[in-house]
């Protein structure tokens, strides 16, 4: 099994972070969540994280080799004071994350304009051999989360 390279995303040096491979099959979506919902107990935000982490998940799997046989994805949380960030490593494909306008086809290109808009901000980086697509849930005064 190949387990792509994982790149740090931005989140502050004294942030609690963790990192899980998972297999590309569909049924992870849930493992997913369970390992969010575990990591980021008593979270504001955890609602948004969990919607945003899955459109990433089903990205992921969708659209990437790493919902092909075989096929493994990365997801990794960081928490700090004030924020939490998501991001999903995969293992690449030929198309690019793209906000892609809702008009156009009214049966996709709904996850990223979610997460666009749930997040603070978001980005990928990467190439079509793997990529890491994250979002940030910011910046408030107060802890945003518990310490978990
Ligand atoms: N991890 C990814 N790697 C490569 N392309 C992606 C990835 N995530 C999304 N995309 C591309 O961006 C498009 C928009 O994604 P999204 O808004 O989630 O809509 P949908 O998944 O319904 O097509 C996808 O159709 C796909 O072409
Ligand atoms: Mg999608």
Same mark, same amino acid.
């Not at 590309?24 to 992870?28: N, R, W």
């Not at 107990?41 to 935000?45: D, F, L």
């Not at 659209?63 to 075989?70: A, F």
């Given at each position: 099994m190949m387990f792509p390279a994982i790149p740090l995303f931005p989140a502050a040096p004294d942030a609690q972070r963790w990192r899980r491979p998972f297999p590309?099959?569909?049924?992870?979506a849930a493992a997913v969540r369970r390992f969010t919902t575990m990591l980021l !107990? $008593?979270? #504001?935000?955890l609602d948004d994280i969990l919607l945003t982490v899955d459109e990433l998940v089903v990205n992921a799997l969708r659209?990437?080799? !790493? $919902?092909? #046989?075989?096929g493994i994805f990365t997801v990794e949380l960081a928490h700090w004071e004030g924020a939490v960030a998501v991001a999903v490593t995969d293992e690449g494909a030929s198309s690019e994350p793209a906000v892609t306008d809702a008009a156009d086809d009214v049966e996709s290109g709904r996850g990223l304009r979610t997460v666009s808009l749930l997040a603070a901000g978001w980005g990928w980086f990467g190439n079509d051999r793997s990529r890491t697509v994250a979002a940030l849930f910011a910046a408030t005064a107060e802890p945003l989360c518990e310490a978990a």
């Open positions: 590309g099959t569909p049924d992870q !107990s $008593g979270c #504001p935000v659209h990437t080799r !790493s $919902g092909r #046989p075989g």
